[in-house]
């Protein structure tokens, strides 16, 4: 039997339970035997051993390591790695794994095994304050943590408080063993020797295919900008479900080759949008980087013939201002999402052929679950029109259903649909498969969620006759001027539009006359010179900004506030038009 056919034979003997004998086909029960047979439970850890089965060669890791070395690791390597880390969790009967990594291949490896082991892992931004990551490991109660060395500094108070619970770090080496690997990779090794002495049994003793698809596979915690960051509940089959939607909505699976992905998107980020697994569906290259730096991103751009990135709005505004963009040879599909995008910035990403794909979603949701489905009637489109269309929110992922728009001024629980006219204003709602499955430890919170049996998104839009949906803003971001509501984000899209102008953030401040009016603050491009009179006069007579949103203050500052995964601070923003503190 050739390897790989044996690889994939072991895999196969997973799928069938030892512990049970169901009837035959034939048999008079064979109804039964039907019922255990055609279906199995879905979850994306299988997606790592089916690789190595089907394709071991294959690159699936490429990355610049802490110690400044390329390291390149095949799926079976991967696989095998992801194994050893199982075996090392059950071994220790760790069910509760934190996760502390920049885009690591540590921590795409440990979001297979710690799965593989039938424990629940727990990414955390280690961007926010060591008091909230301490907070997120106790709330969620993780037993161990896996740790970069950079960042093992931010769990001083946590280990304070809980000296008991170990810490794997990883030290992000080309070593796997020797002087300059780690802890990390000792655990590893420890795993697969513990496997070999337990008689060999490989990815059939693990959890690839989980017993119970709707239980826990991972908690993703919310940023807390404003309120103590919440536990949202992924279970296997919705992050299955959710990955595949993103194979198809994002074209992964590359007909012209392999699928080459760059991990601009921190992997902590509502898990990557579940792209550690739709990447690994398709067998494509996972291209890792500790931290986002503009010139090392465009080099690899035109160096390592990346073919999909994700990226925030501001992290693609940012990328194509760099000094270093210029219009690539081949196209890259770019699938945009975080914050609503604007149609100048998608007619300047085409320009650099870089071909925007632009998602919408939550935490809540997986990460992205609407698309904005591109018509090719749209090129007949005037341009600013077809790069308008390109940035709404849109419809549906392929696996959830259709998402939905509703009346903001009914009781709470109450669920109306908004006409789909493109006018009459509602909240964003979600039902179906990649809706997550609550709030861990938070009841009301769950029930505030779901109440009237749709979820709720806090974003209003607009439902248009096609229809997509369009967000106008946040509730609390809408600006009530005289009456007439005004869109930040509408006002924000015409300001960037001004050659100068990098990035835009509209607020409301208080008025007397007009109860509120709208505030400014912009980014000015790199060798620009720009005053906020300019772009107040420039605003009234040549934007085609009507004139109740035209902002009487605009502010230039030398950067917005954005939270870790690159959305508008608007609190923050809020605070400042208060006199608040800036530091």
Known sequence: MSGALKRLSNL?????????????????????????YHKHQLSPTLFLPRAAAIEPDAEAIYHVTANKKILRRNYQEAADRARGLAYYLKKHNFKRVGILCPNTPAFLESIFGIAAAGAVNVAVNYRLKPEDIAYIFEHSEAEVIIVDAEFVHLLDSFRHNHPNIPFIVDTDTDATEGELSGPFDFAVLEGLQHDTASGSQG??????????????????YTSGTTAKPKGVEFTHRGAYLAALANVIESGLNYSQGRCSYLWTLPMFHAMGWTFPWAVTAVRGTHYCLRKIDYPVIWK??????????????????????????????????????ASPPTAHLFETMDNLNLKAVHVYGLTETYGPITKGYHMPIWESLETKEKYGRMARQGHGHITSLPVRVIK??????????????????GEIAFLGNICAKGYYKDPDATRKLYAGGVQHSGDLAVWHPDGAVQILDRAKDIIISGGENISSLALESMLVTHPDILEAACVAVADSHWGERPKAYITIKEGKSLKGEDVIEWAKHASGISKFMVPREVEVVGELPKTSTGKLQKNVLREWARGGSRE
Not at 12 to 36: K, L, M, Q, R, Y
Not at 203 to 220: I, K
């Open 12 to 36: 196969a003997a997973h799928f069938v339970s030892s512990s049970s004998s169901p009837t035959a086909p034939d048999s008079p029960n064979g109804a039964e035997f039907a019922h255990h």
């Open 203 to 220: 990815w059939a003793d693990l959890e690839a295919q989980t017993p119970d698809e709707d239980s826990l596979l991972a908690l993703a």
């Open 300 to 337: 690899m751009l035109k160096e390592e013939g990346i073919t999909h990135f994700n990226a925030a709005p501001t992290v693609n505004t940012l990328l194509c201002n760099a000094k270093e963009a210029e219009r690539l040879p081949n196209p890259v599909r770019v699938t945009v999402a």
């Open 408 to 425: 903001t001024d009914l009781p709470e629980g109450e669920i109306v649909d908004v006409e789909k006219n493109g006018k009459e204003i």
